[in-house]
Nanobody, 126 residues
């Protein structure tokens, strides 16, 4: 079993930075592919970023490329999403996700991930 708990969300002004954390339970963290998704009001959940079990590979949505950075600390069983230059369009509930297996080119699909956190609200004002 894997439990994920997000933290770090809040209300910020455009242009500032925020870091989200995802703490995972269990002893299998190092084998998990970790990802972040977000869902804005009235919209479907969308992929934001993912990172391989070793941290050697990362993937980003075009909308956040160059502004967001995903990372992980396997010793702390925690993944992070560093968000810089935040825009009002980034306002959403951000969800941490994890999976023990991922097929080729499936890291951006919601259905790929077996474990999900409850989400943390990020609101960016103009």
């Amino acid at each position: 079993q894997v439990q994920l708990v997000e933290s770090g969300g809040g209300l910020v002004q455009a242009g500032v930075s925020l870091r989200l954390s995802c703490a995972a339970s269990g002893r299998t963290f190092s084998t998990l592919v970790m990802a972040w998704f977000r869902q804005a009001p009235g919209k479907e959940r969308e992929f934001v970023a993912a990172i391989s079990w070793s941290g050697g590979s990362t993937w980003y949505a075009d909308s956040v490329k160059g502004r967001f950075t995903i990372s992980r600390d396997n010793a702390k069983s925690t993944s992070y999403l560093q968000m810089n230059s935040l825009k009002p369009e980034d306002t959403a509930v951000y969800y941490c996700a994890a999976t023990q297996r991922v097929g080729s080119d499936t890291y951006y699909y919601t259905r790929t991930y077996a474990y999900w956190g409850q989400g943390t609200q990020v609101t960016v004002s103009s």
